[in-house]
């Protein structure tokens, strides 16, 4: 064997266990069973609401916060996030505080322009989804319409009185 033969199998002997070393150390790993999520998202129809655990975290990460008696504003990063304080009661199962909808596109303000603001919107809409994903936000519920969700509030009150 030529020293370039043994250079060649001392190499792929190296980078074998140097990816073996890796895909061990590095690998994709599930989120512990106790981990703490920081809030709930809900979603109605197409329209994505968060409670204010949620809220509070979002604020906690953001790079700017624009508070407001009705609208809050966070950025991350080149995109902003609105959210409008949809109501201060209880409307979704185990929501903690008053819940907050996401801004959609067709609510956004002139001044912003749509095509910007549909960029922010579809933007927060990924935040959201990745933040659950990694288990920090919990998917508090999907109903296809605000009926849906008051069947489904009206059958676990009579469920409770049952009790």
Same mark, same amino acid.
């Given at each position: *064997?030529?020293?370039?033969?043994?250079?060649?199998?001392?190499?792929s002997?190296?980078?074998?266990g140097?990816?073996?070393?890796?895909?061990? *150390?590095?690998?994709?790993?599930? &989120?512990? &069973?106790?981990?703490?999520? @920081?809030?709930?998202?809900?979603?109605?129809?197409?329209?994505? @609401?968060?409670?204010?655990?949620a #809220?509070?975290y #979002?604020?906690?990460?953001a790079?700017?916060?624009?508070?407001?008696?009705?609208?809050?504003? #966070?950025?991350?990063?080149?995109r902003?996030?609105?959210?409008?304080?949809?109501?201060?009661?209880?409307?979704?199962?185990?929501q903690?505080g008053?819940?907050?909808? =996401?801004?959609?596109?067709?609510?956004?303000p002139?001044?912003?322009?749509?095509?910007?603001?549909?960029?922010?919107?579809?933007?927060?809409?990924?935040? $959201?989804?990745d $933040?659950?994903?990694?288990?920090? $936000? $919990?998917?508090?519920?999907r109903?296809?319409?605000?009926?849906? =969700?008051? #069947? *489904?509030?009206?059958?676990?009150?009579?469920d409770?009185?049952?009790?």
């Amino acid at each position: *064997m030529t020293v370039s033969g043994k250079w060649f199998v001392f190499g792929s002997a190296l980078s074998v266990g140097a990816g073996f070393l890796g895909g061990t *150390m590095f690998g994709r790993r599930t &989120a512990p &069973a106790t981990m703490v999520s @920081f809030g709930r998202t809900y979603r109605v129809s197409s329209d994505i @609401f968060i409670d204010s655990d949620a #809220l509070k975290y #979002l604020e906690s990460r953001a790079d700017e916060s624009i508070p407001g008696s009705r609208w809050t504003g #966070l950025r991350f990063a080149d995109r902003w996030m609105f959210l409008e304080l949809f109501h201060t009661g209880q409307l979704f199962p185990g929501q903690q505080g008053p819940v907050y909808a =996401l801004r959609s596109t067709g609510k956004a303000p002139r001044s912003i322009g749509a095509s910007a603001a549909a960029a922010n919107d579809a933007a927060s809409r990924h935040i $959201l989804q990745d $933040l659950e994903r990694f288990g920090l $936000l $919990l998917d508090g519920g999907r109903w296809g319409g605000w009926h849906a =969700l008051e #069947l *489904m509030t009206i059958a676990a009150q009579q469920d409770k009185e049952k009790r």
